[in-house]
């Protein structure tokens, strides 16, 4: 993991000041400019993740970096918040090919590579 994303990681604590579980998603752009993500498609993409978590999680902003983009999902399950995500990813042209990162307790990773 990048040392950013690490750091990052470290400071997310819910309200209560527990370390919870994230869902990450690494989106690629086409080209190398952050230009090239459409707002309108973009903000689509994370209100249809927050509809869709209900109270399970939390959708962060988007982080930009370079050619990609990076969302947060942070909330208490990292797996059940994947369960109920794998649907919008399935069906949204910008997540085809996207890395996608389970953080649980211990911030150990299990990534999946999702290609619609």
């Known amino acids: 993991m990048f040392g950013w994303f690490r750091r990052l990681l470290g400071s997310l604590e819910t309200p209560d ?3 919870g579980q994230f869902v ?4 690629h752009a086409a080209s190398s400019s ?3 993500w459409h707002v309108v498609e973009l903000d689509y993409l994370l209100n249809d993740l927050q509809s869709r978590l209900g109270i399970e999680g939390e959708v962060r902003p988007p982080i930009f970096k370079e050619d990609a983009v990076s969302i947060l999902i942070f909330g208490d399950d990292a797996e059940t918040m994947y369960r109920l995500i794998r649907p919008v990813l399935r069906h949204k042209s910008m997540t085809r090919n996207a890395r996608i990162e389970l953080i649980g307790p211990e911030k150990q990773v299990r990534s999946i590579h999702f290609a619609n």
């Not at 990450?24 to 989106?27: A, E, K, T």
């Open 17 to 19: 000041g527990e370390v």
């Open 24 to 27: 990450r998603i690494h989106l």
């Open 34 to 36: 952050a230009d090239h």
